[in-house]
């Protein structure tokens, strides 16, 4: 079992940054991908970017290409988001999630582990 926490989220103007952080701990070793998802309301869970553990393969999804950079420290088991030039069409909680699969993905099914969310609110 792998186990996330989130943090960094809040309120933030538009054109603003943010970065957050997931901490993993348990099963780490078992991680082959960690990605970013958000969901707003009343809309489905969406991916955001993702990162390789070992060899740092990156996706983004188009709406954060550009703004957004998922990075990660395997030293400290943690994986970071930061958002920039933010619209508030980002508003969203925003999880981090881990998948043991061999092949990187953004469907939300294929993702075993998740944290609990963060809030991340944008104001225009």
């Known amino acids: 079992q792998v186990q996330l926490v989130e943090s960094g989220g809040g309120l933030v103007q538009a054109r603003g940054s943010l970065r957050l952080s997931c901490a993993a701990s348990?099963?780490?070793?078992?991680?082959?991908?960690m990605g970013w998802f958000r969901q707003a309301p009343g809309k489905v869970r969406e991916s955001v970017a993702y990162?390789?553990?070992?060899?740092?393969?990156?996706y983004y999804a188009d709406s954060v290409k550009g703004r957004f950079t998922i990075s990660r420290d395997n030293a400290k088991n943690t994986v970071y988001l930061q958002m920039n030039s933010l619209k508030p069409e980002d508003t969203a909680v925003y999880y981090c999630?881990?998948?043991?699969?061999?092949?990187?993905?953004?469907?939300?099914?294929?993702?075993?582990?998740w944290g609990q969310g963060t809030q991340v609110t944008v104001s225009s």
């Open positions: 990162i390789r553990w070992g060899g740092g393969r990156t």
């Open positions: 999630a881990a998948t043991p699969l061999p092949s990187p993905t953004t469907d939300v099914k294929l993702y075993k582990s």
């Open positions: 348990g099963r780490t070793f078992s991680v082959f991908t």
